[in-house]
């Protein structure tokens, strides 16, 4: 049964006097939706939980976060798969409530992504990235890049994304 079927029922219960007001039936349609809800299985009450939603879920969680898995690639069309898009969700994710230093830009890029993307600051409002191309495919790299995702700070150009497998091995590099 639905929670639109069991509302129906409780509310056709009414006895005859009050079956046809509005009022009546809104104020059972207000009682019975929590108790419904509240009552419902945990897996239903998490189905949108970004790290556990597939396929469409996951869609409408990225409606939400404001991106899509779907763009166009440099030779083909780009299609994330699931893994992808949560990643490509969670970059949404910390773009909308970022910081606006640099130690506050990596120190989220590092909560979700670990050591995968650095952020470089040249000290003349410019910064840049330094993706592991290990950890991200280059179709997701394509789609953050066109999607707007890394985060910078206000009036601050973004720089280059450097996009490479050896991150851990640049000589003087530093972060936060």
Do not use: C, H, W
Not at 87 to 109: F, P, T
Not at 120 to 143: G, H
């Amino acid at each position: 049964m639905t929670v639109v079927e069991i509302v129906l029922y409780y509310t056709n219960l009414l006895i005859i006097q009050y079956i046809g007001k509005v009022k009546a039936r809104a104020q059972i349609e207000a009682f019975i939706n929590p108790a419904v809800m509240d009552n419902l299985p945990v897996s239903v009450q998490n189905a949108f939980d970004i790290d556990t939603a597939e396929g469409v879920q996951l869609d409408v969680i990225g409606k939400y976060a404001g991106v899509t898995r779907y763009g166009q690639g440099q030779n083909a069309p780009i299609i994330l798969i699931d893994s992808e898009f949560r990643l490509l969700i969670k970059l949404a994710i910390i773009k909308n409530s970022y910081g606006s230093s640099l130690a506050e830009i990596q120190q989220l890029l590092n909560q979700f992504f670990l050591v995968a993307i650095f952020v470089f600051d040249y000290l003349n409002m410019r910064m840049s990235y330094f993706v592991d191309s290990t950890a991200f495919s280059n179709e997701l790299i394509q789609l953050v890049i066109q999607q707007d995702l890394l985060p910078y700070p206000m009036a601050v150009e973004r720089g280059a994304i450097i996009y490479t497998d050896i991150l851990d091995m640049f000589f003087g590099f530093r972060t936060y």
